[in-house]
């Protein structure tokens, strides 16, 4: 991700307040992160040597609660990068009205390079320099690219070892075994499905007609496919960090899937016949109903923007789209459903996890379900009323709405009209 993301993420902040009466103390809050605090974690390598690894953790705004948010492994990782998650955050909790601030930590490094005794002492070395950082009711993490089930178990585990108790609320995405939630593994996939079936009529699309093309094939994408094949919806194309396959008479994700798993490629997947092999920038481009992006950061930009025919966008990763590519598809008539309402379910589950958690009494999976979505219908309904209401587009609107409810939380301690009385 390029620097300067930062800075042209925080423009929504201004974009959006135009639509609200907002007191001037809000932006002058939210306009720059809380804290972030920036660290070295020198690893032992299995053989012998020590190498460090770069890492973050931002906490962006606490107004609204605990701050929130993933931690990702990847080369690319930066400050400017994890700063603007962790912005992101703020806004996808405030649009779920979790009670929660936004956060989000990061490391520069290949998993790939890392065997798994390696990858487990980053992960202790990670809870071992921001310990004080992060905590149940200050910080708490979950997964994100590259991050898993074990990692947070290696590190909830590792908090609980330096604060002497176990601490299962201090990180979400954990194992079941350990106190993780029924239904955290489909949750952003299935928030997005929620979202997107229930505004399906406004939409102009429907089970039974509509073609769904999917960027990506992990955890969120997978699920989003399966859940809109069962319902009807045909999935014409999905893509993994190689390739991508498109087949205009509709692919069994599940077939997909099970070839995946077994030869660790896309190519030769089951088909219907008539696919094609691309790119996963070609597989952007093809015809179809809904496009998921479901992928990376970047996907859709000023570049590619008017090659998209897909009317509808489900932003299911974070961020997919450029500011510049989202003026060209706006100017187009896209609707574009925005990441920090389309795959908050995740953080939404997150949130469920962390309530059993300080409970100490689990949920069953139909109840995780019903809650999921009693949030993301309303919710989503909300945004789209906003953009209606307003004559905006679905992004800006989710996050007048967010703005709306962290403004509230930021007056609520009394403004300089206060003070001034
Ligand atoms: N990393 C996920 C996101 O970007 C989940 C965060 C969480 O569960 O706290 O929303």
Redesign the pocket.
Known sequence: MSEGLFHSAVKRLYSAAEHLDLHEDVLERLKYPKETLAASLPVRMDDGSVRSFKAWRCRYDDTRGPT?????FHPAVCMDEVMT?AF??TF?CAVANLP?GG??GGVSVDVHQLSRTELERLSRAYVGAFSRFIGPDRD??????YTNGIVMAWMADEYSRIADEPTPAVI??KPIALGGSLG?DD??GRGGYYVLRHLEDDLGIAPGKSKVVIQGFGNAAFHAARLLHDDGYQIIGVSDSKSAIYDPDGLNPYDVMEYKQKNRTLDGAPTNGKAKTMSNAELLEQECDVLIPAAMENQITGDNADRIVAPVILELA?GPITPEGDAILNKAGKTVIP?ILA??G??????FEWVQNKAGYYWPLDEVQDKLQKIMRPEGRRVWDVSKEKGIDMRTAAYVHALDRIASAVEAHGTKAYFDG
């Open positions: 929130k948010g993933g931690i990702r998650l992101w955050m996808k929660y956060g989000k708490v993490p979950a997964p994100d690219m979400t995405g955290r949750a952003t974070n990441d795959n908050a995740g953080v939404t589950v997150s949130y």
